[in-house]
């Protein structure tokens, strides 16, 4: 059973910082592509970021491209979003997810099999 935990959300004012963590149980963890998705008000969830099973490759939605990064530490089975210059537009929930697939970066939800509860972001004008 795979469990994912997202922490280091908060309310930040626009073109501040805040940096998601996200912790996995599991074995696994260092096998398979990792993502970040958020949802905003009455949104689809949509793809932010995402990471393959090595850290060597990485794909971001043109949204965030410049001001997010993704990191993973295979070590300690985490993944991490950085997020610099923060807009009011990136007011949403995110969610870590573990793709199904280990070096292929997938954008769409059907392609991600566990997900964690999700941590809110609020960013201020």
């Known amino acids: 059973q795979v469990q994912l935990v997202e922490s280091g959300g908060g309310l930040v004012q626009a073109g501040g910082s805040l940096r998601l963590s996200c912790a996995a149980s599991?074995?696994?963890?260092?096998?398979?592509?990792m993502g970040w998705f958020r949802q905003a008000p009455g949104k689809e969830r949509e793809f932010v970021a995402g990471?393959?099973?090595?850290?060597?490759?990485?794909n971001y939605a043109d949204s965030v491209k410049g001001r997010f990064t993704i990191s993973r530490d295979n070590a300690k089975n985490t993944v991490s979003l950085q997020m610099n210059s923060l807009k009011p537009e990136d007011t949403a929930v995110y969610y870590c997810?573990?793709?199904?697939?280990?070096?292929?970066?997938?954008?769409?939800?059907?392609?991600?099999?566990?997900w964690g509860q999700g941590t809110q972001v609020t960013v201020s004008s």
């Open positions: 997810a573990r793709s199904r697939k280990t070096t292929a970066i997938a954008t769409m939800q059907a392609e991600y099999a566990y």
């Open positions: 599991g074995r696994t963890f260092s096998s398979y592509a």
């Open positions: 990471i393959s099973y090595s850290g060597g490759s990485t």
